[in-house]
């Protein structure tokens, strides 16, 4: 929730300032921006920009709400993160590409004389070039954030696993047997969650059945741990919901199980 917080954070941020540039609308609309090939007001830009930033917001709040659902795992869903921040970056980019379309093409106009003549063609040329540099930098930002962010997810994942199996551990040798299967389940939660995850396999964390589904589906787990799997979970909603006090023959079943399944 604090990653998609801070998301919600900074786009807004971004927002609000060119949202409150709106105060100034009468005179922003009496600058003309032109790039030779298209003529803007400052105005118009802001509209756009704002428009942009809201479109990026929209699609993260969509893939937030649909996360926690049975379409989270549609590949529409999956893709939505992506398509949210390159609009987020492509937007960034705009104000760098639109300053440089200016300079190259004033620069040209004023060293070439045949600047008059070939207006109509260097200028789309200089704007195309531009549009496709922001498109090709957004691209690249947008793919490595992507990469660096599924590593730093997955190694965190990794490190709350292994941290709910040394509390398993620890409460098993403190004789808490009920808490200890608890803490075993998570262990199993986490591990199914982290090799779809790895797998680029989207499903919510909190859909255990999900997570069993499509863990079966990608050969992460077989046929012959449902079993085990299903009296984990039993013993877990029994000493979760109803105070049963499990022995430590169960508690040491559980773990057991956990502990194969992740070193396969």
Not at 64 to 72: I, N, P, R
Not at 94 to 120: G, H, M, Q, R
Not at 228 to 254: G, L, P, T, Y
Request: net charge positive; charged share 20%; with cysteine.
């Amino acid at each position: 929730m604090d990653k998609i917080k801070n998301k919600y954070e900074i786009i807004l941020g971004f927002a609000a300032v060119f949202i409150s540039l709106s105060a100034f609308k009468d005179e922003l609309k009496n600058i003309l921006v032109d790039l030779g090939w298209l003529q803007f007001t400052l105005a118009d830009y802001f509209l756009v920009v704002v428009l942009s930033f809201s479109c990026s917001l929209y699609l993260y709040v969509i893939e937030h709400m649909a996360s926690d659902t049975k379409f989270g795992s549609k590949k529409l869903f999956v893709f939505l993160p992506y398509a949210a921040y390159f609009i987020f970056i492509i937007t960034l980019c705009t104000p760098v590409a639109i300053v440089l379309n200016w300079v190259i093409y004033k620069l040209f106009n004023s060293e070439s004389e045949k600047a008059a003549s070939s207006k109509d063609v260097v200028a789309p040329a200089i704007g195309i070039i531009m549009s496709m540099v922001a498109i090709v930098i957004s691209y690249y930002v947008t793919k490595w954030n992507a990469h660096f962010q599924r590593l730093k997810i997955a190694y965190a994942i990794e490190l709350q696993k292994i941290r709910h199996l040394e509390s398993a551990s620890r409460l098993f040798q403190d004789g808490y047997f009920s808490h200890s299967i608890l803490e075993a389940l998570k262990v199993l939660e986490g591990h199914l969650y982290k090799k779809l995850f790895e797998k680029k396999i989207h499903v919510s964390r909190n859909r255990f059945n999900d997570l069993i589904r499509h863990a079966l589906q990608q050969n992460i787990i077989t046929e012959l741990d449902i079993p085990a799997i299903n009296q984990i979970k039993e013993m877990r909603n029994s000493a979760a919901h109803s105070d049963v006090a499990h022995n430590k023959e169960q508690a040491q079943f559980a773990l057991d199980f956990v502990r194969e399944l992740i070193s396969r």
